[in-house]
């Protein structure tokens, strides 16, 4: 269809008016942290720092372990992404190649779990991971990882619900058993979603703040949401350092998500189909 | 099962189980992680429970104490209703018209589409140092830039009657995945509904009208149900950017909620106010899904509308 050219002019003015609010505060704490500490608490405000102090960044890695913050947020993504992918693919390829008795049941229970509040199981949970003697370790959010996540599944089933089901008779015909065609048909073949729910998943655990504020305690723990979260609250007038390790913590989700746009914008609906 | 030809017995047993030992990690840990704590948080919800000495049962106690004698309890649902009352629609509104504009086929409008998703990706934590910046009365360049347009900001988090709607801005800005959900959808829209209904004379606006939002109602059902159930469940941003406050005026029920529990560990009424809110959130969704007949129209529902249309010409 071809647009008429005043439609083409409303329909970039639009574009670039919401982009100020969708972009410009990434690029006012990127400009505020290049700037100097009296630049920053200075008014009128300038816009652009007059010099570019990039040791601004090096300066707040050094004030706190945040290195050691990051260490913790990445053992537990790559940890957590790990058990998504291998259970979540289990789980959901017995969902949607099998029937079984009470499936249907199972299914609509799994779609429901999704609805519970987090604060109805939050207290019970700390209760029991407290029993294990979890609290304080990275434990209550690696673990329950393992054991799939209704999300997920539910995004896998979808796509699996898809594959013909001639695949499966072929290889049983060669002599394969159920677990090697999950692992060596339908594994390689779950690859784009796979990737999705992997990028969800690290996006969520990486962000993640309420779960590690309630489960951690001891700083050595911390990651780095909540690092820089209980740095903040304690610094509050640190700006620099404050807007440097925020835009450090924005990079690793960001280059996951320009990696992965393509998964996420094809996949996402998957929610409703 | 009645085949003639049965293969060993011992196999086909195991067969049977197969299907169960893929879901087994699925079924472990729902019975640990999600279907015990919520049993056992209704059940604590039924007694007062210190952290320091042992529980004890008190029946309904909790919950006629939370209705009848903690005013911060009506105070904080009303908080959180009125973000939501601000929230659901904005975010749905903003989407929708994010959406239609990323499927409209202009140059450059893939880079649109990614900076409008890019914020949804940012955590709760860093979204809130953003904001809070950005919001600052002293230092904060939104009310610099007022100041140069001759306008005397608020003092937006500072102030009790501008929180919420500060918040409301601030949470606004992770609209993407619920852009991206209408995205897909409207591109899912065949062009020939387009084409016939220009031919009709319809212009951009009544082509919006007629054809693109009959079409996505189930997608705005979904958005709706989804929004409204995290804006009731509101609690990272509330949490880092007043904590409650000023005056208590962003004392969210969320919040509400984590501190009985984690500060005054009132465990038995704090499960107490969590199930309410649970309940809450269950009749919301059981209203919306009983309106969705009258608004919401499936595919095949509106092809049959355009053939009866099509019969009248």
């Given at each position: 269809m071809k647009l008429s050219s005043w439609h083409k002019i409303v329909v970039y003015i639009l574009l670039i008016g919401f982009s100020i609010y969708f972009l410009f505060p990434f690029i006012w704490i990127v400009l505020t942290a290049l700037k100097s500490e009296a630049e920053v608490h200075q008014y009128p405000i300038t816009f652009f720092p007059s010099e570019f102090r990039f040791e601004n960044f090096v300066n707040a890695w050094k004030a706190q372990p945040f290195g050691l913050y990051f260490m913790n947020s990445v053992t537990i993504t790559v940890l957590t992404t790990l058990g998504q992918i291998i259970s979540c693919s289990l789980i959901a390829y017995g969902f949607a190649r099998y029937d079984f008795k009470f499936k249907n049941g199972l299914f609509i229970l799994l779609l429901a779990t999704m609805m519970i509040p987090w604060d109805v199981t939050m207290i019970p949970l700390y209760m029991q991971f407290n029993l294990f003697g979890w609290i304080n370790t990275l434990k209550p959010l690696i673990v329950p990882a393992f054991f799939g996540s209704a999300y997920y599944v539910f995004l896998l089933r979808q796509f699996l619900m898809n594959v013909p089901k001639d695949l499966e008779h072929a290889a049983k015909i060669d002599g394969a058993n159920d677990f090697q065609i999950y692992s060596r048909?339908?594994?390689?073949?779950?690859?784009?979603?796979?990737?999705?729910?992997?990028?969800?998943?690290?996006?969520?655990?990486?962000?993640?703040?309420?779960?590690?504020?309630?489960?951690?305690?001891?700083?050595?723990?911390?990651?780095?949401?909540?690092?820089?979260?209980?740095?903040k609250g304690v610094h509050e007038l640190q700006i620099l350092p404050i807007m440097a390790i925020t835009i450090i913590m924005i990079i690793p989700p960001v280059i996951a998500f320009l990696y992965a746009q393509k998964y996420i914008v094809e996949g996402i609906s998957g929610a409703i189909k | 099962m009645e085949h003639a030809v049965k293969p060993h017995k011992r196999v086909r047993r195991w067969d049977k189980w197969t299907p169960y030992l893929f879901i087994s990690p699925w079924i472990i840990g729902i019975l640990l992680f999600t279907v015990g704590p919520l049993i056992f948080s209704l059940i604590m919800s039924f007694f007062d429970w210190p952290v320091t000495s042992s529980p004890k049962f008190i029946g309904l106690g909790n919950y006629t104490k939370m209705f009848t004698e903690d005013p911060q309890f009506y105070k904080s649902l009303l908080i959180t209703l009125k973000f939501a009352l601000f929230y659901v629609p904005l975010s749905l509104v903003t989407s929708l018209i994010l959406a239609m504009l990323i499927s409209q086929s202009v140059r450059g409008v893939k880079f649109f589409r990614t900076i409008f998703y890019l914020p949804a990706v940012v955590s709760g934590v860093a979204?809130?140092?953003?904001?809070?910046?950005?919001?600052?009365?002293?230092?904060?360049?939104?009310?610099?830039?007022?100041?140069?347009?001759?306008?005397?900001?608020?003092?937006?988090?500072?102030?009790?009657?501008?929180?919420?709607?500060?918040?409301?801005?601030?949470?606004?800005?992770?609209?993407?995945?619920?852009?991206?959900?209408?995205?897909?959808?409207?591109?899912?829209?065949?062009?020939?509904?387009?084409?016939?209904?220009?031919?009709?004379?319809?212009?951009?606006?009544?082509?919006?009208?007629?054809?693109?939002?009959?079409?996505?109602?189930?997608?705005?059902?979904?958005?709706?149900?989804?929004?409204?159930?995290?804006?009731?469940?509101?609690?990272?941003?509330?949490?880092?950017?007043?904590?409650?406050?000023p005056l208590k005026s962003t004392y969210f029920y969320g919040l509400f909620v984590y501190n009985n529990a984690f500060k005054h560990h009132k465990l038995g009424y704090a499960s107490a106010n969590a199930w309410f809110m649970f309940i809450i959130i269950l009749l919301l969704t059981a209203l919306i899904f009983k309106s969705s007949n009258a608004w919401v129209f499936y595919e095949n529902e509106v092809k049959k509308e355009r053939k009866k249309g099509g019969k009248k010409k």
């Open positions: 048909i339908f594994v390689p073949i779950m690859k784009a979603p796979l990737t999705l729910i992997a990028v969800l998943n690290m996006l969520s655990v990486w962000n993640d703040y309420l779960g590690p504020l309630i489960f951690l305690q001891d700083r050595m723990k911390y990651t780095l949401a909540l690092g820089l979260a209980s740095f | 979204v809130s140092i953003i904001w809070g910046w950005i919001f600052n009365t002293k230092y904060g360049i939104l009310n610099y830039a007022l100041f140069l347009l001759g306008i005397e900001g608020p003092k937006w988090l500072i102030d009790p009657n501008s929180a919420i709607i500060t918040i409301v801005i601030a949470s606004a800005w992770g609209v993407g995945t619920m852009m991206l959900i209408f995205y897909t959808n409207i591109k899912s829209i065949p062009p020939d509904l387009y084409e016939s209904a220009s031919i009709d004379g319809a212009g951009p606006i009544r082509q919006f009208t007629h054809v693109t939002l009959p079409l996505i109602t189930p997608t705005i059902f979904f958005n709706l149900i989804t929004s409204t159930i995290s804006a009731l469940q509101q609690l990272t941003l509330v949490l880092l950017l007043t904590n409650g406050g």
